[in-house]
């Protein structure tokens, strides 16, 4: 795919920067981070259903959602939407419930690029390296690529 996904966890550093470039406007990328509803058909790795328990994407809003694989395994996630500028930044808190104590604040911009593109690009650090590189171990690379890829299919549609 010409819009891969990037992901850079340096060494012994306690955070994640990732980049992906979208064939679609900042409004359309923006909205389907915004809508639940959205958020849900694409979240995740391929093959999990998200269950949205909450998902209030403004300033001072919380979330939280349950991923499904196809066993039946369960994987709660939830957080804090710390800042959130239309068409152009959010901030928030991560936490994933499988590995409580550990939450990382991430933010994310989005930049129009011109003709219709996006940019979407992120920064999560973690309180430790130790829960840095439990994240990056538990597949969430993956589940970033497939999840955009599917993203992608959404707001191009």
Same mark, same amino acid.
């Given at each position: 795919?010409?819009?891969?996904?990037?992901?850079?966890?340096?060494?012994?550093?306690? #955070?994640?920067?990732?980049?992906? $470039? =979208?064939?679609?406007?900042?409004? @359309? &990328?923006?909205?389907?981070?915004?809508?639940?509803?959205?958020?849900?058909?694409?979240?995740?790795?391929?093959?999990?259903?998200?269950?949205?328990?909450?998902?209030?994407?403004?300033?001072?809003?919380?979330?939280?959602?349950?991923?499904?694989?196809?066993?039946?395994?369960?994987?709660?996630?939830?957080g804090v939407?710390?800042?959130?500028?239309?068409?152009? #930044?959010?901030?928030?808190?991560? $936490? =994933?419930?499988?590995?409580?104590? @550990? &939450?990382?604040?991430?933010?994310?911009?989005?930049?129009?690029l011109g003709?219709?593109?996006?940019?979407?690009?992120?920064?999560?650090?973690?309180?430790?390296?130790?829960?840095?590189?439990?994240?990056?171990?538990?597949?969430?690379?993956?589940?970033?690529?497939?999840?955009?890829?599917?993203?992608?299919?959404?707001?191009?549609?």
């Amino acid at each position: 795919m010409s819009n891969a996904l990037k992901v850079t966890a340096p060494e012994g550093l306690p #955070f994640v920067d990732f980049e992906r $470039e =979208f064939d679609a406007p900042v409004s @359309a &990328v923006f909205a389907a981070h915004r809508d639940p509803a959205l958020v849900a058909k694409w979240m995740g790795p391929d093959g999990y259903e998200a269950d949205m328990t909450e998902w209030d994407f403004r300033s001072g809003g919380n979330w939280s959602y349950v991923h499904r694989d196809p066993e039946g395994n369960e994987y709660g996630f939830r957080g804090v939407f710390h800042t959130v500028r239309e068409n152009e #930044f959010a901030i928030q808190t991560f $936490e =994933f419930l499988g590995y409580p104590d @550990a &939450v990382s604040i991430e933010s994310m911009r989005f930049e129009d690029l011109g003709g219709g593109r996006t940019r979407l690009s992120g920064h999560a650090v973690y309180p430790t390296l130790e829960a840095r590189d439990g994240m990056v171990a538990s597949g969430m690379e993956t589940g970033m690529r497939e999840g955009y890829d599917r993203l992608e299919a959404l707001v191009t549609a």
